[in-house]
């Protein structure tokens, strides 16, 4: 990929990352690991959903697979998304030796 090609996909993540964050109004991290957004009410949760991925698996940081869910502020509606950490070693534990 040329730098011209990086640069846009930085930027193109950079604009989905602002996007998103403009839109959080918490997050909440489960006692597994696994992290619920939630969200100002009239957006498109299932996009948010998306968005949420994309910038998750994108930044990698998170060392485990989970269910992840995007929640509207009034807590009436959510999306739910499955981020994959895409870590060398996850799902070891779970290989017969």
Request: no cysteine.
């Given at each position: 990929m040329e730098n011209n090609e990086l640069n846009s996909v930085d930027q193109e993540l950079a604009a989905m990352?602002?996007?998103f964050?403009?839109?959080v109004v918490e997050?909440?991290?489960s006692e597994s690991g696994a992290q619920t957004y939630i969200i100002k009410d009239?957006?498109?949760l299932k996009e948010y959903a998306s968005l949420a991925k994309i910038i998750l698996e994108a930044n990698g940081d998170i060392a485990?697979?989970?269910n992840g869910r995007v929640v509207?502020?009034?807590k009436t509606d959510h999306a739910d998304f499955e981020y994959k950490s895409r870590w060398p070693l996850d799902g070891l534990a779970e290989i017969e030796i």
């Open positions: 990352r602002k996007k964050e403009d839109a997050t909440v991290l009239g957006l498109d485990h697979d989970f509207n502020e009034s």
